[in-house]
């Protein structure tokens, strides 16, 4: 859920709520039951209904010892998640983006392996688009928020750029030190 003041809506009332077109809720009373509580006066209102079994809770924390909240709507108790996707970024509970990486690492590699299945007789010009159609947006989608800042990560990443390089050049028997690094120079 992600609070935010927005101008009131309701007559007598100094805040109210309303869900963003993103799914989440912005507004807020500093409680988030009440907020969730006013977001189901507000869905009577405008004649719409949120399905509570599909709502869930991610707390955004850098403690050690999580304070954990039941929260509730329509008397159904919302299930917490450590990480959740939003916007095709997964964000986890302590701001790590350990599991994100993972994330797309995981979708680029099957996506190369999509593509060295598929297109085994095409040039290096094709593959090499193909890659930078299908995969690199894939590695490279909302990278300003989540810029890897540990080695493991950005070990991850480079992995794939130098697996699809050797792809898009055709060349998987050189494996002398630098060879990857002088195919995508060339």
């Excluded at 040039?123 to 810029?147: C, F, G, H, Q």
Aim: aromatic share 8%.
């Amino acid at each position: 859920m992600t609070f935010q003041n927005v101008p009131s809506q309701t007559p007598g009332s100094p805040q109210t709520i309303a869900p963003s077109q993103d799914n989440t809720i912005k507004g807020g009373h500093g409680d988030p039951q009440k907020d969730l509580t006013a977001l189901e006066k507000w869905e009577t209102d405008w004649q719409m209904q949120f399905h509570p079994q599909k709502c869930t809770v991610n707390s955004v924390t850098a403690k050690r010892t999580h304070i954990s909240t039941d929260y509730k709507l329509h008397g159904h108790t919302l299930q917490t998640e450590k990480d959740s996707k939003y916007l095709g970024v997964t964000i986890s509970s302590n701001l790590k983006w350990d599991n994100h990486i993972g994330n797309i690492t995981n979708k680029a590699n099957r996506t190369l392996g999509f593509l060295r299945r598929n297109m085994r007789g095409c040039n290096t010009m094709i593959r090499a688009k193909a890659y930078t159609t299908m995969v690199r947006p894939t590695l490279e989608y909302a990278s300003t928020v989540w810029d890897p800042h540990t080695l493991a990560s950005t070990y991850k990443i480079e992995k794939i750029q130098r697996r699809a390089a050797r792809f898009a050049k055709k060349d998987y028997s050189s494996r002398d030190q630098g060879c990857v690094t002088n195919m995508i120079q060339s």
